[in-house]
């Protein structure tokens, strides 16, 4: 199948290799504008970060803060107006449509809000879909075993029609999972499910960063999502405003009004 | 609520035009039919009137015996008669039948069949001609002859050139001193050939004979009024008719063949339409219910299902009138094409402005926007069923219907009705009309029932033909082949649109094939020659001089060389064939299934019927059959045995006389074959028939062949014509195809941000498009062989078998197939195209 991606140096002021966790995600001086000249709208003004591997990060902010185009751009969805996005020392800017999806297919994991399962599909059919677009044949045993993690053993062989919204949602991580990709993204994973439902999403994000030290970045306007993460980036008018350690609930919405009210 | 509809059609605008587009084809196909037909009408039209313009009176001999080779004549001397009539003002004689052409290099010119006639002009009474002047003079003596434009402009001949012409003697050779033109039209290939009134009547053996005396009445004199005198004066086996009857008569006769041209087209019209119908059926059915959710708003925000049911069948309705215009101004392109179409095939039409008849348009409206608005009533009606609650959840669709149970149970009725209906149509024998309807309403019942039952044919159906996708398309495939199970209701109306037109080109290709063996069967038991010499040309009504058999006759290494005389009686009442053979020769080049009687020993003084002719008018041996050729002289003759004919393309299918008393009976003997045996090369053969442009030498085995080839012509009429329906049946692939690709977007987006491909994007749409058409081929099909099983199972007594045409089978899988991949060209790319992150956003 396809070649190596084309590899780059990342960039020479960031940390040399060698670092305590390799960076596996970095953006320098991100900008995203919509729209022409004077009534271009800056979605996202200069953001510089980097993800170290096994992190899992948080980005929150209130709506119209950038969270979303962030992610986006981070993920190779969508090109910035100014800036550059590295992953795994790729910089994205330069690869076409066909490199981007080949990016996506062995470096990138989605998970969606609305879960976005084939309705024709299993939960098992569904799951093995990335690799199998690849032209890669998922390894039996790999498939078994995220299968069992996110606990749809008894359930594999159910459509997405047949499953609640929370498997649905197990199902979307096992997906994006498959292929362990450089990166997971999450975009409010919670945001469709109740709040067992959701709590057992974020044990699972949570366990997978822990149990196969997958790098996770996880889009959110919900706290107690947030209070699970290693590290959580406030946004604000297209800036990071704060770049917290782990933090709690209450410090997060603390913080985030503090962010939304200057 | 109106302007709702109306606004939503608007930002609709691609939808609505690629589901016009079904109706379109349809309605062009009908409007330019009656174009077509019209125009060829008017073209006559106009050579009769012109041809009549200065005649009152036309005076000829009374035809017995119509559609004879020979046509009445009365004698020359009459013109003086009439001449001295009171009222007469002016009288001339003519005279006319076929005469070639001949080019340069020895070609007869005049299209595939060589179509030319000759004509006498009195050089002093130019005022009666059928053709004007151009350029140059009229024709005097016996070697001099004025000729068409047409020819003239195509082989370049200019008066002063020599052109070779024939008729049932030797080619002659002529100065031309004049170009003519028909009154405002020509008529399709056919050349012309005007002498003085003696050369003609020595050209086409006529001498001391005249067809017709054009009469022109002095001032004051009516045509009736003349009419009646001359009825007075002249014998009574003359026939006297006002130059209008004439006309009249003319274009009569020209109008029922020009039906029967019409009827056939418009049969196609209507398929294409029928198809078209299914097409906007399965479109609407697809937007109402993806606009499930705007619907029920509306129905929250107050409106009623009597005004849901209006707006969508105003959408119909909008889109049937705009398509019914475009498709009746595409007509005028259609009515062109089939021109060209025809000229292909060899059967030149004759040309003139193209007429656009109010009728054209009130029909071809009528029906397009009937036939739209009739699809989308089942859609209007489930849309008004869409309960306002689905306005706030998720994936609302419209209840099934409470019909769906017993759609097996009508599917079933249908489909048993129909087989019956074409069953009943193909024994019911007699007119076209008695076996044609039946069977048309039979195919009819036999699709709808078909498609009605096909969303529970289409799971095995695609696990089958989606084979090829699952193993070979990769991912991309598997997904393509479950994708076009997710909704099996649509699917298989999409697939049905094709079906009908591949069953109907399948029926064709398998009658087809049938027909190819039996007529070759048929003809190699009948022919025991090792040459058939035959008219050139049309060889179903032609004949050739008996000269030409006579040649043969002569040549060295010929040992038999046995001619068959044919031309038409009146027996018992009714025209009938008459063929004339040696009965010394003809057993030896032509095998006759003698039955009762004396066989050919007694066709000396007897006459041979078939056995069923003599069944059906209840003759036996030693009954007397009373002949009464086109010169109105009469003969008996005993039946002295019979035969059985050849159940298709029997040669020799008729009364069976011997030559000595057909050349005694019929006023100019001709040839319908001569059968040739013995050592002599073809080219020798062909030497002998040189002089003889109308009489064509073949082998047996090309003759054969060439008769395969006629067929063959007619299957690709048929074919072409089928192809329209099959094209429309693509525009709803397209259709479905992209409403699919719309509703999916954010699934396409998810796969795309997964990781697929835009290239997988494009294949997994095209295998879906190729499953689709290829579960219309599985439908089809068979469909079409069991058509074609019925159709020979009924005419099975006539030596029609059933043979599967396994290269057209596999040829109409292969355009499914592509029409598949064409199909989805556009969705493809339009799926390939998104842009993933407004797709993963798409509500």
């Known amino acids: ?262 | 609520m109106m302007r709702v509809a109306l606004k939503g059609l608007v930002r609709r605008r691609t939808r609505a035009g690629l589901t016009s587009l079904a109706v379109v084809l349809g309605v062009a196909m009908i409007s330019g039919t009656f174009v077509l037909t019209d125009t060829i009408q008017r073209a006559f039209t106009n050579v009769f009137d012109s041809a009549y313009a200065k005649t009152s009176v036309i005076v000829s001999a009374r035809q017995v015996v119509r559609e004879s080779a020979a046509h009445p004549t009365v004698p020359a001397s009459m013109l003086e008669q009439v001449r001295s009539q009171p009222g007469v003002a002016a009288a001339a004689g003519s005279v006319g039948d076929t005469v070639r052409l001949i080019a340069r290099d020895g070609t007869v010119i005049g299209g595939g069949n060589g179509e030319g006639i000759g004509f006498g002009i009195d050089p002093a009474q130019p005022r009666f001609s059928p053709i004007a002047l151009t350029s140059g003079t009229w024709a005097r003596g016996p070697r001099e002859v004025v000729i068409d434009s047409g020819t003239a402009k195509e082989h370049h001949y200019a008066v002063g050139d020599v052109i070779a012409a024939k008729a049932d003697g030797p080619v002659r050779r002529f100065t031309i001193t004049g170009i003519g033109e028909l009154g405002g039209a020509t008529i399709g290939a056919l050349t012309i050939a005007a002498f003085d009134v003696p050369t003609a009547q020595a050209v086409l053996n006529k001498p001391g004979r005249l067809d017709e005396i054009d009469i022109a009445a002095r001032q004051g004199v009516t045509p009736a009024q003349l009419a009646r005198r001359l009825t007075r004066a002249l014998p009574p086996d003359t026939e006297i008719r006002t130059a209008g009857a004439q006309a009249r008569e003319g274009a009569r006769e020209v109008a029922s063949s020009i039906g029967t041209v019409r009827t056939f087209l418009l049969v196609f019209g209507g398929i294409a339409l029928f198809v078209g119908a299914f097409v906007i059926f399965n479109t609407i059915s697809i937007t109402v219910a993806q606009r499930a959710r705007e619907l029920a708003t509306l129905r929250t925000l107050g409106a009623s299902r009597r005004q849901v049911l209006r707006s969508v069948l105003l959408e119909t309705l909008v889109i049937g009138v705009l398509a019914s215009v475009i498709g009746l101004l595409a007509g005028l392109g259609i009515a062109k094409g089939l021109d060209a179409l025809f000229a292909a095939l060899g059967a030149d039409l004759p040309q003139a402005n193209m007429v656009l008849a109010g009728r054209t348009v009130a029909i071809s409206v009528v029906t397009g926007t009937l036939v739209t608005i009739l699809a989308g009533l089942i859609p209007a009606i489930r849309a008004t069923r869409v309960p306002p609650i689905s306005a706030v959840r998720e994936g609302a669709l419209p209840p099934p219907s409470r019909l769906a149970p017993a759609r097996p149970y009508a599917a079933g009725a249908m489909i048993v009705l129909g087989v019956a209906g074409i069953a009943d149509g193909v024994l019911a024998g007699g007119s076209a009309s008695a076996v044609l309807a039946p069977m048309g309403a039979g195919t009819v019942l036999l699709f709808l029932g078909v498609a009605l039952i096909a969303r529970h044919l289409v799971r095995p159906l695609a696990a089958l033909v989606g084979r090829p996708a699952r193993s070979l398309g990769g991912a991309a495939g598997r997904l393509a082949a479950q994708n076009a199970v997710r909704n099996p209701g649509r699917t298989a109306s999409t697939a049905a649109a094709l079906m009908i037109g591949l069953a109907l080109v399948t029926f064709v290709a398998t009658l087809g094939a049938g027909m190819r063996h039996s007529f070759a069967d048929s003809l190699n038991r009948q022919i025991r020659a090792g040459h058939v010499v035959s008219p050139s040309g049309n060889a179903d009504a032609g004949v050739f001089p008996a000269a030409a058999g006579r040649a043969i006759a002569e040549t060295p290494g010929v040992t038999v060389a046995s001619s068959v005389r044919s031309d038409k009686a009146r027996v018992l009442g009714a025209t009938t064939d008459v063929f004339g053979v040696d009965p010394a020769t003809i057993g030896r080049v032509y095998r006759f299934e003698l039955r009762r009687g004396s066989g050919l020993r007694g066709l000396g003084t007897g006459a041979m019927v078939p056995d069923s002719y003599a069944e059906d008018h209840g003759l036996t041996i030693g009954s007397r059959l009373t002949l009464q050729t086109a010169n109105g002289a009469t003969r008996r003759i005993p039946v002295t045995a019979t035969y059985k004919a050849a159940p298709v393309e029997g040669l020799i299918s008729g009364i069976v006389i011997g030559q000595a008393a057909f050349d005694r009976t019929f006023p100019q003997p001709r040839n319908a074959y001569t059968f040739v045996a013995g050592t002599a090369s073809t080219a020798r053969l062909a030497g002998a028939l040189a002089p003889f442009p109308d009489a064509r030498l073949d082998t047996k085995a090309a003759w054969i062949a060439n008769d395969q080839r006629e067929l063959d012509k007619t299957l690709v009429l048929l074919y072409v014509l089928l192809a329209l329906s099959v094209v429309v049946s693509l525009f709803g692939m397209v259709n479905t195809m992209i409403l699919s690709v719309l509703e999916r977007t954010r699934e396409l987006g998810m796969l795309r941000a997964i990781g697929m491909s835009r290239r997988q994007a494009r294949r997994m749409i095209r295998h879906e498009s190729v499953i689709t058409a290829l579960i219309g081929a599985a439908l089809g099909l068979p469909l079409g062989v069991l058509l074609a099983a019925i159709v020979t199972g009924g005419l099975a007594d006539q030596g029609l078998g059933l043979h599967l045409p396994a290269g057209a089978l596999l040829a109409c899988t292969a355009v499914a197939a592509l029409a598949g991949a064409l199909a989805a060209i556009p969705p493809a790319r339009r799926a390939s195209r998104l842009d993933v992150l407004h797709a993963l956003q798409y509500e």
Not at chain 1, 73 to 102: F, K, M, N, Q
Not at chain 1, 121 to 146: K, S, Y
């Open chain 1, 1 to 262: 199948m396809p070649a190596a991606l084309p590899q780059r140096r990342l960039d020479p002021h960031e940390p040399p290799d060698g670092a305590p966790a390799p960076v596996r995600l970095a953006a320098c001086d991100l900008s995203r504008s919509y729209g022409e000249g004077a009534t271009a709208v800056a979605a996202l003004r200069g953001v510089s970060v980097t993800v170290a591997e096994g992190e899992l990060t948080a980005v929150m902010g209130p709506s119209g803060s950038g969270k979303s185009t962030l992610m986006h751009l981070l993920a190779g969805l969508d090109r910035p107006s100014a800036g550059e996005v590295w992953i795994d020392r790729t910089a994205l800017s330069t690869l076409g449509d066909a490199e981007l999806t080949r990016l996506r297919r062995e470096h990138i994991g989605f998970v969606f809000q609305f879960f976005n399962l084939l309705p024709m599909l299993t939960a098992e059919e569904n799951i093995r879909l990335p690799l199998e677009l690849a032209g890669r044949t998922p390894p039996r045993e790999w498939v078994d075993e995220l299968i069992a993690a996110v606990g749809l053993g008894d359930r594999r062989r159910h459509r997405p029609s047949e499953l609640s919204g929370g498997q649905q949602q197990r199902a979307a991580i096992a997906r994006a999972l498959v292929s362990r990709p450089t990166v997971v993204f999450a975009d409010e994973p919670t945001g469709n499910l109740d709040s067992r439902a959701g709590g057992e999403i974020l044990d699972l994000l949570r366990d997978s960063v822990s149990r196969y030290g997958q790098t996770t970045m996880m889009v959110t306007h919900d706290a107690h999502a947030a209070a699970i993460a290693d590290r959580v980036l406030f946004l604000a008018d297209g800036r990071i405003a704060r770049d917290l350690g782990p933090s709690t609930a209450h410090t997060i919405l603390d913080t985030l009004q503090e962010v939304t009210g200057r």
